[in-house]
């Protein structure tokens, strides 16, 4: 017995993302013109978060029935995607799925009835935002990791006004005094923290940096994981591995662009 969605939860998933794979590594268009004009090709689906029968990834038994096809319990992915999440439920537990929902929702409501090429019709500049990690150091049950946000003008425009905020659980930085960047206290509430980086400025003091066509800047944000974080976390259920690390890039106090990952994404602990 499958406790399949109805075909009104499976279009309003779809749409709630706009028809794009909720992964936020991949983002795919999951629909287009069909050879036959009266049909649209379809590479999307409505997936489960937990399966909507037992022996299925990431099955809870505790749900109703109603629970199960309810589309509290839906995501909407390109094919290649739903199949992965299934493949591997421990890489893809729940909390994750929902993670990517909430981030696909919120790209959606920002992206309703924007020109897709920030920019490009204005003949403003454009960039590229990126947001991932590397290990740093990793020592038993101290792992020591860096944020790498690279910011790229991809437009034919000189840029040279810039920033670029990063927003972190508060949790894991490590040494706020080796941080490029400022803490920006009245923007870091509760468990997240807001850093943002000199105005078209590197860590040297005074050297103005300008980000040339097909430029790239690097901008490297140390933080940590260790036991005793991991077992705070557990113990006080703060939701660490769902928590959003996001970056955002701003060009003459304009945002532009912004990435965003679940901090899950970002260690290896
Ligand atoms: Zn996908």
New binding site residues.
Partial sequence: MRDDFSSDTIRKLGERVNLH?S?PK???PTKSAHETDDKAANVGKACHIHAAAAGGARYDSAQTAAERRSIHNGIW??S??GALIDSDPARFPASLLRAWKALAEHEAREQIGKPALIGAASGRPRVELTLDYKKTLIMGELHRYALVVVLKNIGTKRVDDWYIEVEVPGLVVQEPGTVIGTKVEARSKGTTWLFRTRVGNTANAGARRVLLAGDEYEYGFPYRMDKAIFDRNRHDNLGLFEQMAKARAFVAGELVTEAARPFGELQCF
Avoid: S
């Fill in positions: 794979c992964n991949c983002r795919a992915l390109c290649n995607c």
